[in-house]
């Protein structure tokens, strides 16, 4: 058979190179220079002398992974999952805690200077366990004909297939165990081809599961689901689709902020890290400084998390959400803790808030925990109605420096920045922020 050169077929040689690295992104890449370029080395740490592969290389930077480790740092240490490096759900065992958020604060302090054009500082850093923190997760599911094995897992690194997961070290106890039994109740469902994912989610009343299915499930696969749900203890919620939640057994979840009792539905935000969630919400009552003539203003707030907090201290909170089911939930807490003085109002944020009759009377302090789009369309009427102090909780480090720009040109000043470290060893880097009246 004749073959023909083409010139799309090119047979490459990737370039090994050997570096020293100087940092760690957030993403858990060591940083080095090489021939006036920066090279960003997946698996490597600052201080190390490593030999990396080249896999892309462009202008001004290239990427690459370590093959091997001449010199190792002594903050490596080891990961406690074994599908560490596969599954994409972390960046960063191969790093200790305390190398992470550093590098995590130093990322947000640059990002901030660099943005604002302040120099800013870390205050503080607010942590919790590294391991078995993490009280929500979702689990793909896909059913492998040809061997006919049930995978149940997080996605591969830079993919869209499954690792088949034994375990997830950090999620909480109570939910790492259930991964081996579920697995097993689920590959036994007459309709195991035709299942989308589980949610897993550990409430202070115990765990609940919520499976999606694409099809109707029969009688005898509810009766299995039941089944496993009271020998596990677990409260099981069916969802034929995005929209419907069927509830098949357990009672209504809840958890705790303080002494406060927050219900929530599974399909409800909440934060999946309750130590730092905790220790959080305590820092942005202490940063504000209520007293008791206070009004608060609380933006994108949720169920209560914070307003209900807010609501122990104050004289009147108002709670403003965009999502009127989640104002309806904040509203029941409200009532089921007794809170007369806390309000919730259901708006969208992109609008003038200020001229709404429930903020007639002004407010003396703000908080606003916005989603990663951050807050643009509401920080002009933040300033209108300057609040004495704003507290800025934010899981973007770029819609956060957007946002501060607004405040810091009418009059407010960058009082202290805390970096939170609400999910160890990945790249997901959240804060929250003290802004006061000059």
């Known amino acids: 058979m004749a073959q023909f050169y083409s010139a799309k077929r090119r047979v490459t ?10 940092d760690l992104d957030p993403f858990g890449q060591g940083v080095a220079r090489h021939q006036g370029k920066t090279l960003f080395i997946s ?10 592969e080249i896999i892309e290389d462009k202008r001004q930077y290239a990427r690459g992974n370590s093959k091997r480790i001449l010199r190792a740092s002594a903050e490596r240490v080891a990961p406690a999952c074994p599908h560490f490096t596969v599954c994409g759900g972390c960046q960063q065992q191969h790093a200790s805690p305390a190398l992470q958020q550093h590098s995590k604060s130093q990322a947000l302090a640059r990002m901030l200077s660099r943005e604002t054009g302040r120099e800013v500082t870390i205050s503080e850093i607010i942590s919790n366990n590294a391991y078995g923190y ?7 599911l896909s059913y492998q004909a040809k061997s006919q094995v049930l995978q149940m897992g997080f996605r591969q690194t830079a993919s869209n297939d499954l690792v088949n997961i034994t375990q997830c070290p950090i999620l909480k106890p109570e939910l790492n165990a259930l991964i081996a039994p ?3 109740c689920l590959a036994q469902l007459q309709a195991v081809r035709r299942l ?7 409430a202070d009343n115990g765990p609940l599961l919520v499976l999606r299915h694409l099809d109707v499930l029969s009688v005898g696969d509810k009766q299995k689901l039941e089944r496993f749900s009271h020998e596990q203890r677990v409260a099981l919620f069916l969802a034929p689709d995005s929209d419907t939640l069927e509830q098949l057994s357990g009672e209504v979840p809840f958890y705790h902020v303080g002494n406060l009792k927050l219900t929530f539905s599974p399909r409800d935000f909440i934060q999946v890290n309750d130590g730092v969630n905790q220790q959080m919400v305590a820092k942005a009552l202490a940063w504000l400084d209520l007293q008791p003539n206070d009004r ?9 998390n914070f307003t209900l907090p807010l609501g122990q201290r104050a004289q009147n909170v108002v709670g403003v959400e965009g999502v009127a089911a989640l104002v309806t939930k904040a509203a029941y807490n409200a ?6 003085n806390v309000t919730f109002f259901h708006e969208n944020l992109d609008n ?5 009759p429930w903020a007639a009377q002004g407010f003396t302090k703000v908080l606003l925990d916005p989603a990663r789009a951050g807050a643009a369309g509401v920080m002009q009427h933040i300033t209108k109605l300057a609040p004495q102090r704003v507290v800025y909780v934010s899981c973007n480090p770029a819609t956060l420096a957007r946002d501060s720009q607004q405040l810091l040109a009418s009059d407010y000043q960058l009082d202290r920045v805390a970096m939170l470290d609400m999910f160890p060893h990945t790249g997901h880097l959240e804060s929250m922020v003290l802004f006061s009246k000059i």
């Open 13 to 22: 040689t990737r370039q090994i190179v050997t570096v020293t690295i100087d």
């Open 352 to 356: 003038d808030v200020t001229r709404q």
């Open 182 to 184: 579920l697995r097993q």
């Open 296 to 304: 608060v203003l609380d933006l994108f707030c949720g169920m209560g």
């Open 43 to 52: 698996g490597a740490l600052p201080g190390e002398r490593v030999e990396a």
């Open 134 to 140: 993490r009280r929500r997760a979702r689990l793909g």
């Open 335 to 340: 009532q089921l803790n007794c809170l007369k």
């Open 196 to 202: 989308g994912h589980v949610e897993l989610v550990l």
